[in-house]
């Protein structure tokens, strides 16, 4: 679909059912993604749901972003705020999530591994 999109340029009726199958195969991608992630234990459970809304995220802002040529400073200076915004909320996250795994994870490894097999 994405190739024929590309390649083709579909127009009209023809570009509204591509992007639709293109839609329904980026779906089902990133739900192959989020299992692909799946490692096993509560903590990966989460890295993988956080990493599908990550990179969904990054997709997103790029999709409504302007062109290139179209962008202004304050694009650029939103771009900016919103980038250190996030690479300090993953920073945070992440310490909070190893300090919790130092302080809780035997536990919750020991409640896992009794649990049903």
């Given at each position: 679909?994405c190739?024929?999109?590309v390649?083709?340029?579909p127009?009209?009726r023809?570009a509204?059912?591509?992007a639709?199958?293109y839609?329904v195969a980026?779906?089902?991608?990133?739900?192959e993604?989020?299992?692909w992630?799946h490692?096993?234990g509560s903590y990966?459970?989460?890295?993988?749901?956080?990493?599908v809304?990550v990179?969904?995220?990054?997709l997103g802002?790029i999709?409504f972003?302007?062109?290139?040529?179209?962008m202004r400073?304050?694009h650029?200076?939103?771009?900016?705020?919103?980038?250190i915004?996030v690479?300090?909320?993953y920073w945070?996250l992440?310490?909070?999530?190893?300090f919790?795994?130092?302080?809780?994870?035997?536990?919750l490894?020991?409640?896992?591994?009794?649990?049903p097999?």
């Open positions: 679909v190739g024929y999109s390649f083709r340029r127009v009209g023809r509204e059912v591509t639709l199958l839609g980026m779906g089902l991608t990133f739900d993604f989020g299992m992630l490692l096993g990966w459970q989460r890295a993988s749901f956080d990493a809304i990179v969904l995220s990054l802002v999709a972003a302007p062109r290139l040529d179209r400073a304050h650029w200076a939103t771009g900016g705020v919103t980038f915004a690479v300090t909320f945070m992440y310490r909070s999530l190893h919790a795994e130092a302080r809780v994870g035997p536990r490894h020991n409640i896992e591994q009794s649990g097999q």
